[in-house]
C-alpha cells in the first residue's frame, strides 16, 4: 500500500499521509489492531458500513501530481478569459504580485487556523485590524468587523442587525430597486424564512414621504445602474422614524464619492473585492461590513479588537465573541462564524501596498476612463463612477457582438447595455474602447460625471502602517514578518479537534492562480465557462457518491451557509407539500452551536435533545420529543460521527425514527474524515448534510476563511436547493436546484474548487478509504499514549475514538489547580499549537491529528502533553507556587526570559526549551505573552493602535 | 461562599432586597463566578415596565453570556449606570456595587430565603 516493497513513497496518498509504512504497523500494533481496515471495521458500527467496492465507482484511479495538472491545464484551456465589463460587484483588478507570491501561494498564511489562541497569531491579527481600518477608514464608520462571506449576505446580515437594533415596530424592510440583482435573490429568500416583509422602491427617485413603515432600509452606493446619487434625504426620513439605514458600498468609489458614513448610514456593506482579489468565477472574496458607534456589539462575525499581554503590551485578539453563534446557540443572530481572513488579508496589504494616494489614484484613474468612454460612446449616465448605460436597439445583439470580440458587457434591460470600467481597463483603454465603439458607435455623450456635493472631501488610511510599505522590498518584509509571529502547518501540527487541520497540498493548490480559473467573472457566458462546470460536474458527482447522496451544491461559501441551505431545503420540502406547521428541528444538547442558529435563521424553532453521559443522543428523550412534536416536526440534526468524536451504534434507530413521524434528517458532515470511504450518510437515513471542502477535501483553512460548505442532498429536496437566478446551470448532478440562494456567486467561491478536485483525483476512493484509516489510527494512537495521564473522554466500541479524541483536565485541574488555558499555552512554549479547548465539553482538550502527521510529530506532541501532566503535579505539590510556574507564565518570549533580573522558581531553559536542546533548532518564539481577554472586551478598540502604544 | 441572609433569591441567581415597594436586584456570588469575568452588562431603561420571569438585560463575559430576569412585576426606577461604565463590579462587589436595577412593585411573588438558596446552589 505503502509504496511497495523498497519503502519508497511514489503515489500521491504516499505523500498526503504522514505515517510511512513502518509507522504504521507501529501505531497500529499499539492500538491493538492488525491493519488499517480492521481498525475502522472494528470502530465503525458494522450496520452502516458500505458493503464491499463493487467498481462501480464514478472516482477515477487516483492520478499522480503532474497527471493532476495536466488534467486540470486542459480543463483550464475550456474556459475563456474574455475582458469583463460586467461590473455587479465584480471588477477586474491588479493582484501586486508581492501579494500573490508573499500571502496567497504562502503556507504561512494560507495554512494558519482561525486565530483562536491570539498570541501565536499576532500576525494575521494585525494584518485584519488593519482590514478592519481600511473599511472604516473608506465607510467613515467607527468599527468594521474581520470581513463577511460576500456582498449579498453582508446585506442580509446588515438587514437582521437593522432588525434587532432598530425601535421601530414594524416588520419592513424597504429595498433599493437599483441593487445588485443577486442581492435582491438573496435577501427575498432570507427575509422570507424569518418573516421580514420586503419593499422594493426606487429610493433614487420616490419622495422620502412614500418610505412608508420600516425598521431599515438598504441603498446601493453607486446604484447598480452605476447612478451615483445622495441618499443623505432618504437616511434622515429613515432615521425619523427609528429605522436603521444600509449603504451597500463600492470601496474604491468611497476614495472619491462621500462616504455612506458622513451621509448618514448606519450600516455599511459591500466587496472588498476589488482591491487586488482576482473575481475567480465569483469567489472567494471578502464582504466587509461597518457600524457608527453604538452598533458594535451588534456586529456579526469576527472582530478583532486590541488588549493587553501579561507584560501590559498591546496585543491582538478577537474580541467579543460572546455574540458569536458558538456560543448564543437558538439565541443567536446570525450563523456566521468564519470570516475571509486569506482574502481580507490580500485586501489590507493592496491598500497597505497603495497607500491613501495610491488607492486615490487608482480610483480616480477609474473615473477618468470612464469619464472619457461616456464622452466618446455616447452613455446616457450623468452622474457615475465606473459605471456607464448606453441605449441600443437590441441589447441581446449587443452583448453578443462584444462577446464575439472579447469584450463582455451587461444588459440591463431589451434596449440597454452597461459596463463597467477598473484599474486593468485604465491601465490599457485603447482595445477595449476600439471594441465598444464598434459594438456601441461612436457619438458625443453626457460629459458630466460626479455631482459635486457628492465629492469627497476627508481623509482616510491616515495610519503610518499605510504610509510605510510602498516599496517592494519594504511590502516583502512586512509580509515576512507579519507571517514570522503566526503558527501555521508550515511549523508543525495544529491538532484542533473539530477542525481537521491536514496538509493542503501544493499541487492542490496550484491551479488557484491559474489565470483561466481566476479571470472569470461569476455571471460570464456558459460557453466561457465550459471548463469551470467540467470540474464543478466531476466534483460533484463525486461528492454525490462518497456521501451517498443524489446531488450536490457547492454554493454556500462556509459550513454555515452549507447549514442553512440544508435546513431551507427542508423548510421548502415540508411547504410544497402543504405542511407549513413543520417548523420544529430538534438538535441534540452536544450539537455545534452553529446548528441551532441556523435552524434559527431558516425560520425554525429549536428543541433541544438530551445527550448521555457518553455524548450519545439519548434514545429516550428523542422519542418523547418527536412524540411531544410530532406534528411540526421538520427535522433532527445530528452530527455523525458525533462532536464527542464517537460513532454512534444507534444511528439507525435515531434516523429511522425521525422518518417514522414525518421529519427530515440532517447529518452535519464536519467529522466527514471519520467516515469517508466506509460509510456515507445518505445510506444510514441522512436526507441532508452539508460538507466542508476546508476540512476533509484539502481547501486551507486560510487563517480563518474561506471555506467552502456544499450541501449534499437525496433527490426529493433537490427542487429546493440553493438555484441562482443568474446560474450558467442550475442542473447538479442530473437534477434542478430551485431554491433561494446562500450565495452571492451563483458557485460560490470556485478558484478554490480546483483544490478538492485534485484531492480528490490525486488520491482516488483507495487512497480516501485509506487516508480515513489513517486519521482514525493517528487519534486513536495519541488517545492510547495519553490515556494514562489524561482520561479520553467518551470512547465507541472496544474503547476506540473516531478521528479525534477529548482528553478531560477536570480532575488535574482540580488536584493542582492548573486550567485548560495554562496547558494551551504552555504547549506554546514546546511549539505547538493548542488543540480544541473546552468544546464540546468545558475543562477538555480535542485533540484531532489527522492522517497527515507522521508518527515522530504524534510522539513529539505526546511527549509534550505528558511533560506538562508532569509540571502540572509539581505545581500542585506545592513545589511552584500556583501563581508563578512555568504554566501560569506562558508563552514565554524572549524578552522576558533576557530582560532584566529572573525571579522565578523555574529556570529561563525551562520557561523556552522544555522539550530540551533538541527543540533550539526549531524554536518559535511567540511574539506577545498571555493575553488579557476580559480587559479587551471591557475596552473595546478595533482599529490600528498607534505605533508609539508598541513602544 | 455565604449569602446575605438580608436577602432573598431567585432559582435565576439573582438576589432581591426589599426596601418598601422598591427591590434591588443583582446576581449572586455564585453566579458571577459561574460566569467568569464580566465585560458587558445590558439593563433596561429607567421607566420602562418589567414582567417576572422575562428577560430584561444580558450579563456578557469572556466566556458566556446570561440573561438578566425580572424577579417582579413592576417598574424600573434605577439602573446602575456605574456598572455598565464598569462592569467588573458584578465581579467584584455583586451583593454591593454590583447591584443592577432597582423595580418599583406592587405584589410580591414567593422567593427564596437565603438557607434555600444555598440547598439550591450545593447541589
Known sequence: ?951 | MTAPADLKYTEEHEWVLIEGDVATVGITDYAQAALGDVVFVELPAVGSAVAASTVVGEIESTKSVGELFAPIDGEVVEANQAVVDSPELVNSDPYGAGWLIKVRFTELPALLDAAAYEELTSK
Not at chain 1, 428541528?585 to 445527550?611: D, E, F, K
Not at chain 1, 511549539?831 to 465539553?841: Q, R
Open chain 1, 1 to 951: 500500500m505503502t509504496g511497495g516493497t523498497s519503502g519508497a513513497r511514489t503515489a500521491f496518498a504516499d505523500r498526503h499521509v504522514g505515517a510511512d509504512a513502518a509507522q504504521t504497523a507501529a501505531m497500529l500494533e499499539r492500538v491493538g489492531h492488525p491493519s488499517l481496515e480492521a481498525l475502522v471495521c472494528a470502530a465503525v458500527p458494522a450496520s452502516i458500513q458500505l458493503p464491499a467496492a463493487t467498481g462501480g465507482t464514478s472516482i477515477p484511479a487516483a492520478a499522480s501530481e503532474r497527471q493532476a495538472i495536466a488534467e486540470l491545464r486542459a480543463i483550464a484551456t475550456k474556459n475563456m478569459v474574455n475582458r469583463s465589463l460586467i461590473g455587479q460587484g465584480y471588477y477586474g483588478t491588479i493582484t501586486p504580485a508581492v501579494i500573490q507570491r508573499n500571502v496567497l501561494e504562502n503556507p504561512s498564511w494560507y495554512t494558519a487556523y482561525t486565530p483562536y489562541q491570539p498570541e501565536i497569531s499576532q500576525g494575521r491579527l494585525e494584518a485584519l485590524i488593519n482590514f478592519q481600518q481600511v473599511v472604516a477608514d473608506l465607510t467613515g464608520l467607527a468599527t468594521a468587523n474581520a470581513s463577511m462571506l460576500d456582498e449579498s449576505t453582508a446585506v442580509v446580515e446588515a438587514m437582521l442587525l437593522a432588525r434587532r437594533a432598530s425601535k421601530s415596530a414594524s416588520n419592513r424592510f424597504v429595498v433599493d430597486a437599483d441593487l445588485f440583482p443577486q442581492t435582491h435573490a438573496l435577501l427575498a429568500g432570507r427575509a422570507e424564512a424569518v418573516g421580514i416583509e420586503l419593499a422594493v422602491l426606487p429610493l433614487a427617485t420616490i419622495e422620502p414621504a412614500a418610505l412608508g413603515e420600516c425598521f431599515g432600509l438598504v441603498v446601493q452606493y453607486p446604484g447598480a445602474s452605476g447612478l451615483v446619487w445622495d441618499p443623505a434625504s432618504v437616511i434622515a426620513a429613515a432615521h425619523e422614524q427609528g429605522a436603521l439605514a444600509v449603504a451597500a458600498a463600492d470601496l474604491l468609489a468611497l476614495a472619491v464619492i462621500t462616504s455612506p458614513g458622513e451621509l448618514g448610514a448606519d450600516i455599511a456593506v459591500g466587496s472588498s473585492q476589488r482591491f487586488g482579489v482576482p473575481m475567480g468565477f465569483g469567489g472567494p472574496h471578502a464582504g466587509y461590513l461597518a457600524v457608527r458607534a453604538g452598533l458594535e456589539r451588534q456586529l456579526p462575525g469576527r472582530l478583532v479588537g486590541v488588549s493587553q499581554d501579561a507584560a501590559g503590551k498591546p496585543a491582538y485578539r478577537l474580541t467579543l465573541q460572546t455574540r458569536e453563534q458558538h456560543i448564543r446557540r437558538e439565541k443567536a443572530t446570525s450563523n456566521i462564524c468564519t470570516a475571509q481572513v486569506l482574502l481580507a488579508v490580500m485586501a489590507s496589504m493592496y491598500a497597505v501596498y497603495h497607500g491613501p494616494r495610491g488607492i486615490r489614484a487608482i480610483a480616480q484613474n477609474v473615473h477618468e476612463t470612464a469619464k472619457r468612454f461616456a464622452a466618446e460612446l455616447g452613455s446616457t449616465s450623468e452622474s457615475f463612477f465606473d459605471t456607464l448605460r448606453f441605449e441600443v436597439e437590441d441589447a441581446d445583439a449587443a452583448v453578443a457582438a462584444a462577446h464575439g470580440l472579447g469584450v463582455l458587457i451587461w444588459k440591463a434591460d431589451a434596449r440597454t447595455v452597461q459596463i463597467s470600467l477598473d484599474e486593468t481597463v485604465a491601465e490599457d483603454p485603447e482595445p477595449v474602447l476600439a471594441v465598444l465603439t464598434q459594438v456601441l458607435g461612436a457619438s458625443a455623450g453626457a460629459s458630466a460625471a460626479l455631482p459635486a456635493a457628492l465629492e469627497r472631501t476627508s481623509g482616510y488610511l491616515t495610519h503610518p502602517v499605510f504610509n510605510s510599505y510602498h516599496s517592494e522590498t519594504a511590502m516583502m518584509r512586512y509580509l515576512k514578518l507579519l507571517a514570522d509571529r503566526d503558527y501555521a502547518l508550515d511549523r508543525g501540527m495544529i491538532p484542533l479537534g473539530s477542525c481537521t487541520m491536514k496538509l493542503n497540498a501544493a499541487t492542490e493548490m496550484a491551479a488557484v492562480t491559474w489565470p483561466e480559473f481566476s479571470g472569470l467573472h461569476p455571471f460570464a457566458p456558459a460557453a466561457d465557462v465550459q471548463g469551470y462546470l467540467e470540474l464543478i460536474g466531476d466534483l460533484e458527482t463525486w461528492l454525490a457518491e462518497l456521501t451517498g447522496y443524489d446531488t450536490v451544491s457547492l454554493q454556500p461559501n462556509a459550513g454555515s451557509q452549507g447549514e442553512l441551505a440544508g435546513l431551507l431545503a427542508i423548510r421548502g420540502y415540508h411547504r410544497s407539500r402543504g405542511d407549513e406547521q413543520r417548523n420544529v428541528c430538534l438538535i441534540p444538547q452536544s450539537a455545534h452551536g452553529t446548528n441551532a442558529a441556523s435552524a434559527v435563521l431558516a425560520g425554525m424553532r429549536v428543541v433541544v435533545v438530551a445527550t448521555d453521559q457518553n455524548g450519545n443522543v439519548d434514545l429516550g428523550d428523542l422519542r418523547a420529543k418527536i412524540e411531544a412534536h410530532r406534528d411540526e416536526l421538520s427535522a433532527l440534526m445530528i452530527t455523525y460521527p458525533s462532536t464527542h468524536g464517537v460513532y454512534e451504534h444507534d444511528v439507525l434507530e435515531i434516523t429511522s425514527a425521525v422518518h417514522e413521524a414525518g421529519g427530515q434528517v440532517y447529518v452535519d458532515g464536519a467529522n466527514l474524515n471519520a467516515l469517508l470511504g466506509y460509510a456515507a450518510f445518505g445510506g444510514f437515513g441522512g436526507d441532508v448534510s452539508h460538507l466542508n471542502l476546508h476540512k476533509t477535501f484539502c481547501i486551507p483553512h486560510g487563517g480563518g476563511g474561506p471555506g467552502v460548505g456544499p450541501v449534499a442532498a437525496k433527490a426529493h429536496l433537490a427542487p429546493f436547493l440553493p438555484g441562482h437566478p443568474l446560474a450558467q446551470s442550475n442542473e447538479h448532478v442530473g437534477l434542478e436546484h430551485g431554491g433561494t440562494p446562500v450565495s452571492a456567486a451563483p458557485f460560490g467561491s470556485p478558484s478554490i474548487l480546483p483544490i478538492s478536485w485534485a484531492y480528490v483525483r490525486m488520491m482516488g476512493l483507495d487512497g480516501l478509504t485509506r487516508a480515513t484509516g489513517a486519521a482514525v489510527l493517528a487519534a486513536n494512537y495519541v488517545a492510547a499514549r495519553l490515556r494514562d495521564h489524561y482520561p479520553v473522554l467518551y470512547a465507541g466500541e472496544g474503547g476506540l475514538v473516531a478521528h479525534e479524541c477529548i482528553l478531560d483536565v477536570r480532575t488535574l485541574s482540580a488536584e493542582t489547580g492548573v486550567s485548560v488555558d495554562d496547558i494551551a499555552k504552555r504547549l506554546v512554549d514546546y511549539g505547538f499549537h493548542a488543540p480544541t479547548m473546552s468544546f464540546p465539553v468545558a475543562g477538555t482538550l480535542m485533540v484531532e491529528p489527522t492522517e497527515s502527521e507522521d508518527q515522530g510529530e504524534l510522539d513529539r506532541f505526546v511527549d509534550a502533553m505528558i511533560a506538562i501532566e508532569q509540571e502540572a503535579r509539581r505545581v500542585g505539590d506545592g513545589e511552584w507556587p500556583a501563581d508563578d510556574n512555568p504554566l501560569a507564565g506562558a508563552p514565554h518570549t524572549a524578552e522576558s526570559v533576557i530582560a532584566g533580573e529572573w525571579g522565578h522558581p523555574y529556570s529561563r531553559e525551562l520557561a523556552v526549551y522544555p522539550a530540551g536542546a533538541a527543540q533550539a533548532r526549531a524554536k518559535y518564539w511567540p511574539p506577545v505573552r498571555r493575553i488579557d481577554q476580559a480587559w479587551g472586551d471591557r475596552n473595546l478598540f478595533c482599529s490600528c493602535p498607534p505605533p508609539e502604544a508598541f513602544a
